[in-house]
């Protein structure tokens, strides 16, 4: 029973990993569509390919999921509360992705695993939840939208008397590097995510030892279910991020992803901190996008996606409660 339910639960985590990727491709494609440096299904392969090479760069970010978020039981207990916090992160990308908003995939896990621990009188980490997850969540968008502007105005400065169109055209041409490397970002902190949650399967099901590396086949496996769910691409928040917030030019698509990209190897290398490349790479347009003008941003647009990040952790974690009922009830 508990090797099926273990089965199980890797299963789920990966169709998560999977609505991650699709739910997150806009992250990495949406500036570089939006201003014509690449085709959409080559911006997907792009995508798809650094994705599943960052999945690979270290495990700082799973080992944090994996441990620092919730003390899940040994046993059949402990397997129903990650099943339950995967459903509730599921069904909230499912909700956002729907909406079209660019909500927090990171977030959503984050608040399911906190949502199930409670439901089922587990522990939580509160102090890993604030130090890991709130401060870096209030930070990294701040630090995304000042350092977006910051690397703007840089760039305003430098090519101040250079030929505008001739300026967009090379930035066209450059636009392909900063893509590739937030997507190389999202791999390395979002596939991570999943490779925590798999771990954390593992280890309360007996096939792991909590102070065990993170097996090879559990990182390849992630890395590819992230990549094939970006390859798919999400369309909806695609046009969202790269069309509603701002009209993006080459220069600013390429300072937004150069901004985003910084705080992401940050944030994953140096501290192992799961934060959201969404908000991130959201906050990181709006610093490029103000630059212009403060009315240049739709704030509007803004708002509305602000109040998704801001409902995601406990919505996710009301979602992974009743899923975690729901399974207790037919298989507890």
């Known amino acids: 029973m508990e090797l099926a339910l273990v089965i199980g639960v890797i299963v789920i985590a990966l169709v998560f990993d999977?609505?991650?990727g699709f739910h997150d491709a806009a992250n990495a494609i949406a500036t570089s569509v939006s201003t014509r440096a690449l085709t959409p299904r080559i911006a997907l392969l792009l995508a798809a390919v650094m994705n599943f090479i960052g999945a690979h760069l270290g495990t700082?970010?799973?080992q944090t999921v994996g441990k620092g978020i919730i003390d899940a039981p040994d046993g059949t207990h402990g397997l129903l509360i990650v099943g339950g916090a995967l459903i509730g992160a599921i069904v909230?990308?499912?909700i956002t992705w729907y909406f079209g908003l660019p909500s927090s995939s990171s977030h959503a896990l984050i608040g399911g695993l906190v949502g199930s621990?409670?439901?089922?009188?587990?522990t939580v980490h509160w102090s890993g939840v604030v130090e890991k997850v709130v401060i870096p969540m209030v930070l990294s968008p701040v630090i995304g939208f000042v350092l977006g502007g910051i690397i703007m105005i840089i760039l305003l400065w430098i090519f101040r008397k250079s030929n505008p169109h001739r300026t967009s055209r090379g930035f066209r041409y450059v636009q392909p590097v900063s893509a590739a490397a937030i997507a190389l970002g999202h791999g390395l902190q979002d596939a991570q995510k999943t490779m925590g949650v798999i771990f954390l399967a593992l280890v309360v099901g007996g096939y792991a030892s909590p102070h065990g590396d993170i097996p090879e086949w559990v990182i390849t496996a992630s890395a590819t279910a992230?990549?094939?769910?970006?390859?798919?691409g999400g369309w909806r928040i695609m046009r969202t991020m790269g069309r509603r917030i701002i009209h993006l030019d080459p220069p600013r698509g390429f300072a937004a992803e150069t901004a985003a990209s910084s705080v992401l190897y940050t944030a994953a290398i140096g501290f192992g901190a799961p934060i959201s490349t969404t908000h991130t790479m959201t906050s990181a347009i709006m610093g490029v996008g103000a630059t212009r003008r403060l009315s240049a941003v739709r704030w509007?647009?803004?708002g509305n996606i602000v109040t998704a990040w801001v409902l995601t952790i406990p919505a996710a974690a009301v979602v992974a409660a009743i899923g975690y009922f729901i399974l207790n009830l037919v298989l507890g």
């Open 300 to 302: 509007g647009i803004a």
């Open 60 to 62: 700082a970010v799973a």
């Open 226 to 232: 992230i990549s094939l769910g970006t390859y798919s």
């Open 92 to 94: 909230w990308n499912l």
């Open 18 to 20: 999977y609505t991650n």
């Open 117 to 122: 621990a409670l439901a089922a009188s587990a």
